[in-house]
């Protein structure tokens, strides 16, 4: 169904949803749709952070042998 609208559809598409929504509110959309984006690449990138810091800690343990663990 999507492969017949081709350019002249999309075009007419765009124009009927311009006359009802009005420029205004398309642009504030946009903007909100942006800010989604923006959001969810960060929490991607925050999600990412957190799993290597997790790695790091894993490297980090202790590794003293235990019989030198209780001289002290």
Same mark, same amino acid.
């Given at each position: 169904?999507?492969?017949?609208? *081709?350019?002249? !559809?999309?075009?007419?598409? %765009?124009?009927?949803?311009? +006359?009802?929504? =009005? ?7 946009? *903007?909100?749709? !942006?800010?989604?984006?923006? %959001?969810?690449?960060?929490? +991607?990138?925050? =999600? ?25």
């Amino acid at each position: 169904m999507l492969n017949n609208i *081709g350019l002249p !559809g999309l075009l007419l598409i %765009a124009v009927v949803v311009l +006359v009802l929504f =009005g420029r205004g509110k398309i642009s504030s959309l946009m *903007g909100e749709v !942006g800010k989604g984006i923006t %959001a969810f690449k960060k929490g +991607v990138s925050d =999600g990412q952070q957190e799993l290597e810091d997790e790695k790091a800690a894993e490297a980090a343990k202790d590794v003293t042998p235990e019989d030198e663990k209780t001289k002290v």
